[in-house]
């Protein structure tokens, strides 16, 4: 079994050394160093500590903010490892995922996880529904109102532009256009899409 380590620091001004020792001390085979954000999706030198790991491997960090800036992210983090048939240490929080006590607190960070998420949505749905209740629906508001409503009609018995013209003039797309008047150029499309709005 190889402790693979991890180090990463946000900033150029930022010194990864304080990580790299612990590392080293801590018996890392191998290191791997970054500068980059813990928020960016990209970070090549994680990607490269990832597939460097072999079965029985751990993968070590210096601190778990070091691995990951949210609770999602790290928890997506520290599975794909065990995936990879690996463990995970984390030495400032003393997290050793190949441990009974380590594999409980990763546990617990996956249920903290699922808990967040089931609040969010509790959230959503709460506020929906209090927007309903106020007469507000969800979702985008409608792209034809009744004023682009009104100024399409007139732009379209003018007739001197184009269908596409006119959904320019509008702010709209031509399917938007055909989907409130179906035939724009004929008088009874016109009358019969202008009398459902009335």
Known sequence: MSLIGYARVSTSD?????????????????????????????RPQ???ALDYLRPGDSLVVWKLDRLA??????????????????????????IDTTTPSGRLVFHIFGALTEFERSIIRERTLAGLKSARARGRRGGRPPLMNDQKRSVAETLLRDGKLTVKEVADQIG?????LYKHFPSPRTKQALKACT????
């Open 195 to 198: 009398s459902v709005y009335v």
């Open 172 to 176: 709209v797309s031509d399917s938007t």
């Open 69 to 94: 800036r949210s609770l999602t992210q790290l928890i997506a983090t520290i599975e794909a490892v065990h995936h990879a048939e690996c463990g995970f240490r984390s030495l400032t929080e003393t």
């Open 14 to 42: 930022q010194n990864p050394l304080l990580q790299l020792d612990a590392l080293d001390a801590a018996g890392c085979l191998k290191v791997f160093s970054e500068e980059a954000s813990g928020s960016q999706a990209d």
């Open 46 to 48: 994680l990607k490269a």
